[in-house]
T-cell receptor
Framework: GEDVEQSLFLSVREGDSSVINCTYT??????LYWYKQEPGAGLQLLTY?????DMKQDQRLTVLLNKKDKHLSLRIADTQTGDSAIYFC???????????FGTGTRLKVLA | GAVVSQHPSWVICKSGTSVKIECRSL??????MFWYRQFPKQSLMLMAT?????????EQGVEKDKFLINHASLTLSTLTVTSAHPEDSSFYIC????????????FGSGTRLTVV
């Protein structure tokens, strides 16, 4: 079945780069997404990547997609304390509008 | 940009009572909305797909008589937790899609339900 996996925790120092990894199983996904969830809040779309792209950069965010390995990563440059949150990768379920969410990675930024 | 408003943001209710949560698309029409449940430190679990003008589609294991969904207009979906029990305490989030698939889904800010 469809499954999206992430590491659960990541801790970095302020100013360093953060890399959050995700593996997925559905190779037919057209788009893959990264969402951010701050404590007690809903999810905010950070960025997305089309499946025919290898990389997408958006200011401090860089998304890398390795379709062969079904691996997606989110790199946050110059990580700030405000980046502390849970980050979810997501892919559309096969043939539906549903999302399959990863388990979420809790990023903690140390001052 | 697309905004989904969810209300209330938190609610405390007594066991046995019912609670209604509203999800509104403020600047776009949404024929389909989604309701998720999130337990502490866990990912989102899709509960049901809300379809405007028709019955909701529930995920396996979700009791449709327990979680009533009404999507009476293109901008409003409601989730009613009936005869709430402490185990229904959770964070409930709705979402809707505005525009093209690559825009992703817009999420409400969530509702923290505590049943005492």
């Amino acid at each position: 079945g469809e499954d999206v996996e992430q590491s659960l925790f990541l801790s970095v120092r302020e100013g360093d780069s953060s890399v959050i990894n995700c593996t997925y199983t559905d190779s037919s996904s057209t788009y893959l997404y990264w969402y951010k969830q701050e404590p007690g809040a809903g999810l905010q779309l950070l960025t997305y990547i089309f499946s025919n792209m290898d990389m997408k950069q958006d200011q401090r965010l860089t998304v890398l997609l390795n379709k062969k390995d079904k691996h997606l990563s989110l790199r946050i440059a110059d990580t700030q304390t405000g980046d502390s949150a849970i980050y979810f990768c997501a892919e559309p379920g096969t043939g539906t509008y549903k999302y399959i969410f990863g388990t979420g990675t809790r990023l903690k930024v140390l001052a | 940009g697309a905004v989904v408003s969810q209300h209330p943001s938190w609610v405390i209710c007594k066991s046995g009572t019912s609670v209604k949560i509203e999800c509104r698309s403020l600047d776009f029409q949404a024929t389909t909305m989604f309701w998720y449940r999130q337990f502490p430190k866990q990912s989102l679990m899709l509960m049901a797909t809300s379809n405007e003008g028709s019955k909701a589609t529930y995920e396996q294991g979700v009791e449709k008589d327990k979680f009533l969904i009404n999507h009476a207009s293109l901008t409003l979906s409601t989730l009613t937790v009936t005869s709430a029990h402490p185990e229904d305490s959770s964070f409930y989030i709705c979402s809707a899609r505005a525009g093209q698939p690559n825009y992703g889904y817009t999420f409400g800010s969530g509702t923290r339900l505590t049943v005492v």
